[in-house]
């Protein structure tokens, strides 16, 4: 729904009593527009966080929220997320609560003679260990995350993963039959002109990289020329690509599906032309894709 469309669609039930009530009741007053208005913000932010992003793996028109997490890491990214922003709406509040009493109580005309106390033992305590014990909470979940992001549970297949300018470059090396046969393949952005009904501008590709879900999988990510970074949000997978050096993530992927990327290191003129699409398979399917990518070598 665009800006345009806000203030003039009643799709929602509390929109349309809203409606009603100008429509059945006298002339509208200012009370009934704020009413209305905020009616209307309301229905129009709780759709936006609570359905438009609940179940998409692509980026979204006027999405604010995450992309539905298809591993475990991003389900931990999201929940780390959330928990900070727990503690960041309590200190807000808190926050904003102490100015508006501050500017209140103390005003020239409820408080002429100003107060001459400049320090205050216990109430510096309190506000020095308190911002420490929120950190010291928020670090627990905050590391047990980071540590996990690192780990490489004994994987079950490998994707090598090489960036260049501007495409990307996969290579499945665990069912080479010969020192060349590896299933090496290219993938290039489709252009705008060539997309087919349904897919994505600036996201599909001509090649998609295919995984299995319920596995455990390493990603050894590199580079051929700049700086690159291979970032799937549905993952929870950014891991930066540079020559000379490799880089390792892994990824377990919890359902099936199709997750879009795209390079996330600006690496030239065509930086924002170098998408990413990871398709996850059932284990059955996933092994007949490799059979009949082996059969093309």
């Not at 929940?79 to 508006?100: A, E, G, P, Y």
Request: include cysteine; glycine fraction near 6%; proline fraction near 5%.
């Amino acid at each position: 729904m665009g800006p345009s469309m806000f203030f003039f669609s009643s799709s929602s039930g509390v929109e349309q009593m809203a409606v009603n009530h100008w429509v059945v009741g006298s002339t509208p007053t200012w009370g009934d527009f704020k009413k209305v208005f905020f009616m209307k913000l309301f229905s129009f932010f709780f759709n936006e966080f609570c359905f438009s992003a609940t179940q998409c793996d692509a980026p979204q028109p006027w999405q604010f929220g995450f992309q539905n997490p298809a591993s475990p890491i991003a389900q931990g990214i999201q929940d780390l997320h959330n928990d900070i922003c727990f503690f960041m709406i309590v200190v807000c509040v808190f926050v904003v609560w102490m100015l508006l009493r501050t500017l209140y109580h103390f005003h020239w005309s409820k408080n002429p003679i100003p107060s001459k106390i400049i320090h205050g033992t216990f109430l510096e305590i309190v506000w020095t260990v308190t911002p420490s014990l929120i950190l010291m909470v928020i670090a627990i979940p905050s590391f047990a995350l980071l540590y996990s992001m690192d780990e490489i549970v004994d994987p079950s297949c490998t994707l090598k993963v090489i960036g260049h300018q501007w495409y990307w470059t996969y290579e499945y090396s665990d069912y080479s039959v010969s020192e060349d046969g590896s299933i090496v393949f290219d993938s290039y952005m489709i252009a705008e002109d060539d997309l087919e009904y349904g897919q994505l501008r600036l996201l599909e590709v001509d090649n998609r990289v295919v995984l299995p879900i319920q596995t455990h999988i390493r990603i050894i990510i590199t580079a051929a020329d700049v700086l690159h970074s291979w970032a799937v949000p549905a993952l929870g997978v950014k891991c930066d690509a540079v020559p000379g050096r490799l880089n390792q993530t892994s990824v377990f992927l919890k359902r099936e599906g199709v997750f879009y990327g795209q390079c996330s290191e600006i690496c030239g003129a065509n930086h924002g032309f170098m998408p990413i699409v990871v398709e996850g398979v059932l284990l059955d399917d996933y092994l007949n894709w490799i059979s009949n990518k082996l059969e093309e070598i």
